[in-house]
């Protein structure tokens, strides 16, 4: 069977459905406006996907997937810990940008297959994160006097505070609500005493 990535339609699907989930949502986006913004026929679209659901699942995988290459490569470049955490906020930045409260709400609270890629991606960057936090720990970067599993606790409350409408309503953008959180996690549990390690 033919991969549907080969398609010189699919880019254009792909594209045009980010654009417009991120903007108004999944559920308030169809396949005749995916369509018409990527510029091909319904059936074009039909040859490669079955819904507007297995476009999104797609995408998330793609996004996670290449989300969890960068931070790999910023964990292990020869840099300062403060300054890998500098990239990855820049990171969730890039990736927060233009998303809409819409889209957020129903990613994690309404759409169980868009829920369990997004659960697996955690599962799988916290283990890495994990490993990379603990050396940082050791080496005098993380504040010592924090326990590396009330980290990931938090890291993880944090995260389901992000899908919370109360929290969220705090900002005027899901783009406020994920950088503020980011910033605060991440710049709380470095040592501010130590700019150069132990």
Known sequence: MNDPADNKNYLPIMTSAKNLFWKYGLRKVSVEEICNEAGVSRMTFYRMFKNKNEVAEQLLKQIFDDASSIF?????QPIPFPEKIKKIILLKHEHAQNLSSEFMAEFYTSNESLKKIFDEYKTRITKEMRKYFTQAQ?????????KIDFIFYMLSVIQEKIFDPEFTALHKTPH???????????????????????
């Open 138 to 146: 050791k080496d005098g970067w993380i504040r010592k006097d924090l």
């Open 72 to 76: 790999q490569d910023i964990m292990t």
């Open 176 to 198: 406020d609500a994920i950088m503020e959180m980011t910033n605060f996690f991440f710049y709380g549990i470095l040592n501010s005493n130590n700019s150069e390690g132990d």
